[in-house]
């Protein structure tokens, strides 16, 4: 929908493209981080990796997160954090469980590189603070995906 100014705010699925992108640069990051800090490889190239299903996979939180965070705003921050872990690794799970049906692996599969590892590779259960924690970020993504204004001409 239009405003007067002849702008309009981004559309769901341009804000899961959004989500998708820095889903991927959140994904680089984290594991070059990972490999640097590894007893097993001590990377010091900080070379990270993603996988090209993830734009989607990440592009869900137009879909799933944003309901979620717009009625948990003014709930405390120890329930909403929560709340996003148990809903990412839901989601990681659903969706890790999903591709190895379709494809035979799950891309990021966890097999071998922690502890509580569950569904096959799917999904960490010690990386619930981690996902605590982005999920909280993402509430300020979303805030800010939100305030974005595109222009609008007439054809």
């Given at each position: 929908m239009s405003?007067?100014?002849g702008s309009r705010g981004l559309k769901r699925h341009e804000r899961a493209l959004a989500y998708g992108l820095a889903g991927w640069c959140m994904e680089v990051v984290f594991t070059a981080?990972?490999?640097?800090?590894?007893?097993?490889?001590?990377?010091?190239?900080l070379e990270g990796h993603t996988y090209?299903?993830?734009?989607?996979?990440?592009g869900l939180a137009a879909y799933l997160f944003?309901?979620?965070?717009?009625?948990a705003r003014t709930q405390p921050l120890w329930r909403r954090a929560a709340a996003y872990s148990?809903?990412?690794?839901a989601t990681e799970y659903a969706t890790g469980r999903a591709l190895h049906k379709a494809t035979g692996s799950i891309?990021?599969?966890y097999t071998?590189?922690?502890?509580?590892?569950?569904g096959g590779g799917a999904t960490r259960l010690d990386y619930a603070a981690h996902w605590a924690i982005a999920g909280v970020g993402m509430e300020r993504l979303h805030d800010a995906l939100r305030r974005v204004r595109i222009q609008v001409t007439a054809p």
């Open positions: 405003s007067d100014d981080a990972d490999r640097a800090r590894s007893a097993s490889t001590r990377d010091a190239s090209l299903w993830m734009l989607p996979l990440y944003e309901p979620v965070h717009e009625a148990a809903g990412i690794m891309p990021w599969d071998g590189r922690g502890r509580a590892v569950i």
